[in-house]
């Protein structure tokens, strides 16, 4: 039972391999392992009246939720989705039946998003949306660092939640109510958020994606948005990576097959597979891996026999702290004789320079 549950959940978290893809994908910053983020225009319903600058647009709800947070390939991305408080019920669950994106299909999923991108259909002119993707690499790179400096997953997520909820408030959206899904204890995620939005009334909850319209909808969002960086990135480096480069792959075959790394989850045999397959011994893999994930520094740190990186040592420099200044003008054999003032800028200067 166990084990059909987990197939079930993987084959819904794995792309299409039709994904629709969103504006909100860019393919220079995805394959150079940037992390970046993309705001949809504010329709014109929700902006102040250009008559009256001091009157604010309609109140609205936006709603916050991730998808990618736990896989080792791909970015994780943030969505936020804004809408006026009137419509939230009856545009996006009646009208158009959003939920939680886990639970959508991928098609179904897919479908959304491209009609929420697509001009006169009423989710392009009442709401909008914003996407934050946190590259594999930076996330890595932040949880790789030494001690104290260490920037855990938590914290990267908060920052851009709070940068996203700033970006659509700078565009003129008058955000009266904020809802939030959170996976950590939601008492400490919301006060957080209260400091930061004093003016907005906020709500952390978890399952918020379930239970909130504009977090279900900032949900398929993030979920869209990853399923086409995967695609993207498996274009270019997965695909790639296994001797055989994009355009000598026959389009049929990858179409029938899809993306050989699966979901990209530890859970998901492919993922493993295409990650012991691809490894390079020195390198690892390039900025689709999050190096910082146990799945991958297993890998990296097991023996080169059973199929591990190279090993590295670097030598111990015993006399880091007893080097003067001078020794690194002055040869060694030559510091002991000669005048280490004199030889500074260059030509020794005796008495008959004066």
């Not at 994904?19 to 994908?25: A, G, K, L, R, W």
């Not at 492919?270 to 490894?279: D, T």
Request: proline letters at 8%; charged letters at 20%.
């Amino acid at each position: 039972m166990e084990d059909s549950q987990q197939a079930e959940d993987i084959a819904l978290e794995t792309p299409a391999s039709d994904v629709f893809i969103p504006p909100s994908i860019n393919e220079a910053a995805l394959l150079a392992g940037d992390s970046y983020s993309y705001f949809s225009p504010v329709p014109p319903s929700l902006l102040p009246p250009q008559d009256s600058p001091v009157t604010a647009g309609p109140p609205c709800a936006l709603g916050v939720d991730e998808a990618g947070r736990g896989p080792v390939l791909g970015p994780m991305v943030y969505g936020v989705f804004y809408l006026p408080l009137p419509l939230s019920d009856p545009l996006l669950r009646t009208a158009h039946h959003f939920d939680d994106s886990k639970v959508l299909t991928p098609a179904v999923r897919s479908s959304l998003m491209q009609t929420l991108c697509t001009p006169s259909t009423d989710l392009h002119t009442s709401c909008g949306w914003a996407t934050t993707a946190l590259s594999a690499r930076d996330i890595g790179a932040g949880m790789l660092r030494p001690g104290i400096s260490a920037y855990n997953l938590n914290a990267q997520a908060m920052d851009a939640t709070v940068e996203l909820i700033k970006g659509v408030y700078a565009r003129g959206v008058n955000v009266r109510e904020i809802y939030v899904d959170t996976i950590g204890q939601p008492a400490a995620y919301q006060a957080k958020l209260e400091r930061v939005f004093p003016t907005a009334k906020i709500t952390v909850a978890k399952k918020a994606d379930s239970l909130y319209p504009c977090v279900s909808a900032a949900s398929v969002c993030a979920k869209v948005t990853r399923d086409a960086a995967l695609e993207t990135l498996w274009k270019t480096r997965g695909r790639g990576l296994n001797g055989s480069g994009p355009g000598e792959v026959d389009e049929e075959e990858q179409e029938e097959e899809g993306m050989a790394w699966g979901s990209g989850y530890p859970s998901d045999g492919r993922c493993v597979a295409w990650l012991r397959g691809n490894m390079h011994p020195v390198f690892g893999w390039g900025p689709e891996c999050r190096f910082s994930w146990g799945t991958a520094k297993d890998m990296l740190e097991a023996a080169p026999a059973k199929g591990g990186g190279v090993k590295v040592e670097w030598p111990v420099d015993e006399d880091a702290d007893t080097h003067r200044l001078t020794g690194f003008f002055v040869s060694k054999d030559q510091e002991n004789d000669v005048d280490e003032l004199g030889t500074w800028f260059g030509t020794p200067a005796g008495l008959e320079a004066f």
